[in-house]
């Protein structure tokens, strides 16, 4: 153990460190059971450096020098319950209380060069599965239950300043798993910090070696990032190091060249831009939805660009191409069914608002568009308001006036058409004609049944309320017959 790097730990850190424990009695049961057994245990990683930053919760990482056979005769008895989904890769999944738990066997994994998945080889000492973690800042650990502090590659100084640097050299660390390039743009959007110089020279030379990473764990990485604080941030350098181009290769496209007369507005800065709108628009948390149409919405756009006659620029239906675009990119990387189709639905509705400023729509074209937008309603009004970059104040305040006013007719047709739909399924006229009957209080009481069929079981179709009131007609005729 690093003595002179414990010592870089701080009394009032200590002092954290020593509370998240006590706080956390799981961690000492667990670790007293290993020791029992005849095994280390330590908390590491992640749970380490979340502990430091004083945003730990209840997920919980562990490394130990038993193997994963050893680990489940050990935790067997002690655990609410015990999943083995990751033993392959020598990882034990444990619930405890309220506590989630993962212990790993010391490791070390690489990637050969035409593998899409991880050989794992087990280590001997926390030492050794310390070099190959990522980043110097997720490999820290605490051993236990002594509670000493393990920082032998300089994490805690490395978290101090916000720098993300790699145990080993950056080649080796991203040689053994080039996901860890993804990691380090997410780390910068996530926790706000710098890469380290060397590392991005790293991510650059090798930004090729994502080809051998599944879609699936881009596909995660990516949802990270995008869900973090500050996406802008990891995007960024995502595009700057080349790696966008491997894994969505239509973001870094939008740095279109722009004409010498700056006709058109630089579609890839305004698409950051509109993603961050949207996320100052989220209610309650972030919404991994809009994020991805708001990143994605004008994508298009580079295909459909054309210089006009008049020297203008267009993009005529770029949301159509775009939308096709967004299916086929999201598809390639795994993304469930339905939030492809929610996504690249939100890209092809985005323009959709423009033209209601001139106040032409009718209340009818007003109903397509809450029909076309359906349950994602909610989420094109943010991305439609997110839109909206111009520095032009006038010009801004006048779109916000517009889709203000669009709003409230939506409101107003809605709360209307609710009312509207609290009527039965057939009107005085209909219930006359299939009953045979004139006007009087018979069609009344025929009309006040079917609403209240209406109210108890939703809309029948016209079908089914004829049915429904001739029963009803049938029972009239036997109550006078028995009269």
Same mark, same amino acid.
């Given at each position: 153990?690093?003595?002179?790097?414990?010592?870089?730990?701080?009394?009032?850190?200590?002092?954290?460190?020593?509370?998240?424990?006590?706080?956390?009695?799981?961690?000492?049961?667990?670790?007293?059971?290993?020791?029992?057994?005849?095994?280390?245990?330590a908390?590491?990683?992640?749970?380490v450096?979340?502990?430091?930053?004083?945003?730990?919760?209840?997920?919980?990482?562990?490394?130990?020098?038993?193997?994963?056979?050893?680990?489940?005769?050990?935790?067997?008895?002690w655990a609410?319950?015990?999943?083995?989904v990751?033993?392959?890769?020598?990882?034990?999944?444990i619930?405890?209380?309220?506590?989630?738990?993962e212990?790993?066997?010391?490791?070390?994994?690489?990637?050969?060069?035409?593998?899409?998945?991880?050989?794992?080889?087990?280590?001997?000492?926390?030492?050794e599965?310390?070099?190959? =973690?990522?980043?110097?800042?997720?490999?820290?650990?605490? +051993?236990?239950?002594?509670?000493?502090?393990?920082?032998?590659?300089?994490?805690?100084?490395?978290?101090?300043?916000r720098?993300?640097?790699?145990?080993?050299?950056?080649?080796?660390?991203?040689?053994?798993?080039?996901?860890?390039?993804?990691?380090?743009?997410?780390?910068?959007?996530?926790?706000d910090?710098?890469?380290?110089p060397?590392?991005?020279?790293?991510?650059?030379?090798?930004?090729?070696?994502?080809?051998?990473?599944?879609?699936?764990?881009?596909?995660?990485?990516?949802?990270?990032?995008?869900?973090?604080?500050?996406?802008?941030?990891?995007?960024?350098l995502?595009?700057?190091?080349?790696?966008?181009?491997?894994?969505?290769?239509?973001?870094?496209?939008l740095?279109?060249?722009?004409?010498?007369?700056?006709?058109?507005?630089?579609?890839?800065?305004?698409s950051?831009?509109?993603?961050?709108?949207a996320?100052?628009?989220?209610?309650?948390?972030?919404?991994?939805?809009?994020?991805?149409?708001?990143?994605?919405?004008?994508?298009?756009?580079?295909?459909?660009?054309?210089?006009?006659?008049?020297?203008?620029?267009?993009?005529?239906?770029?949301?159509?191409?775009?939308?096709?675009?967004?299916?086929?990119?999201?598809?390639?990387?795994?993304?469930?069914?339905?939030?492809?189709?929610?996504?690249?639905?939100?890209?092809?509705?985005?323009?959709r608002?423009?033209?209601?400023?001139?106040?032409?729509?009718?209340?009818?074209?007003?109903? =397509?568009?809450?029909r076309?937008?359906?349950?994602?309603?909610?989420?094109?009004?943010?991305?439609t308001?997110?839109?909206c970059?111009? =520095?032009?104040k006038?010009?801004?305040?006048?779109?916000? =006036?517009a889709?203000?006013?669009?709003?409230?007719?939506?409101?107003?047709?809605?709360?209307q058409?609710?009312?509207?739909?609290?009527?039965?399924d057939?009107d005085?006229?209909?219930?006359?004609?299939?009953l045979?009957?004139?006007?009087?209080p018979?069609v009344?009481? +025929?009309?006040?049944?079917?609403?209240?069929l209406?109210?108890?079981?939703?809309?029948?179709?016209?079908?089914?309320?004829?049915?429904?009131?001739?029963?009803?007609?049938?029972?009239?005729?036997?109550?006078?017959?028995?009269?």
């Amino acid at each position: 153990m690093d003595r002179p790097a414990a010592e870089q730990l701080s009394e009032v850190q200590r002092r954290a460190v020593s509370e998240l424990l006590r706080v956390s009695p799981v961690a000492d049961e667990l670790a007293r059971r290993f020791r029992e057994a005849g095994f280390r245990l330590a908390l590491v990683g992640g749970s380490v450096r979340d502990a430091l930053l004083g945003r730990l919760g209840n997920d919980l990482d562990f490394t130990t020098d038993a193997r994963p056979e050893d680990v489940l005769t050990i935790v067997r008895p002690w655990a609410d319950a015990v999943w083995e989904v990751g033993i392959a890769f020598g990882t034990v999944g444990i619930k405890k209380s309220d506590f989630v738990l993962e212990v790993t066997t010391y490791r070390s994994e690489v990637y050969d060069r035409t593998s899409r998945k991880p050989e794992v080889s087990y280590g001997e000492t926390i030492e050794e599965d310390l070099v190959r =973690r990522d980043f110097t800042v997720n490999a820290m650990a605490v +051993a236990l239950p002594e509670k000493q502090f393990v920082d032998p590659h300089g994490g805690l100084e490395d978290l101090a300043a916000r720098r993300l640097r790699t145990p080993g050299t950056p080649q080796s660390s991203f040689s053994d798993d080039p996901l860890r390039m993804m990691r380090a743009a997410r780390f910068a959007a996530q926790l706000d910090f710098e890469i380290a110089p060397e590392v991005v020279a790293a991510m650059k030379e090798m930004a090729g070696r994502m080809e051998i990473v599944s879609a699936e764990r881009v596909r995660d990485e990516l949802n990270k990032l995008l869900v973090s604080p500050n996406p802008r941030k990891g995007l960024r350098l995502l595009v700057e190091t080349g790696l966008a181009d491997r894994v969505l290769p239509e973001l870094p496209a939008l740095r279109l060249e722009r004409d010498e007369h700056h006709r058109h507005k630089d579609v890839y800065e305004h698409s950051l831009t509109v993603l961050d709108q949207a996320i100052d628009l989220e209610e309650d948390g972030p919404d991994l939805t809009l994020r991805l149409a708001a990143l994605l919405h004008d994508i298009g756009k580079p295909r459909t660009r054309r210089f006009e006659k008049d020297g203008r620029v267009s993009f005529h239906h770029h949301e159509v191409v775009g939308a096709k675009m967004t299916k086929k990119r999201m598809a390639a990387l795994k993304y469930p069914g339905e939030m492809i189709k929610d996504v690249s639905r939100l890209v092809e509705l985005h323009l959709r608002f423009h033209g209601y400023g001139t106040g032409e729509w009718t209340d009818s074209a007003v109903r =397509r568009y809450v029909r076309d937008a359906g349950p994602l309603l909610s989420r094109l009004h943010k991305l439609t308001r997110s839109d909206c970059t111009t =520095r032009n104040k006038r010009k801004a305040q006048a779109l916000s =006036r517009a889709y203000d006013s669009l709003e409230e007719r939506i409101a107003r047709l809605q709360e209307q058409e609710e009312l509207d739909a609290l009527r039965p399924d057939l009107d005085g006229n209909e219930i006359m004609q299939e009953l045979g009957v004139r006007p009087g209080p018979v069609v009344g009481r +025929a009309y006040k049944h079917l609403l209240e069929l209406r109210l108890e079981h939703g809309p029948l179709g016209r079908d089914a309320a004829v049915a429904e009131l001739k029963k009803w007609w049938a029972q009239q005729e036997d109550g006078r017959q028995k009269g």
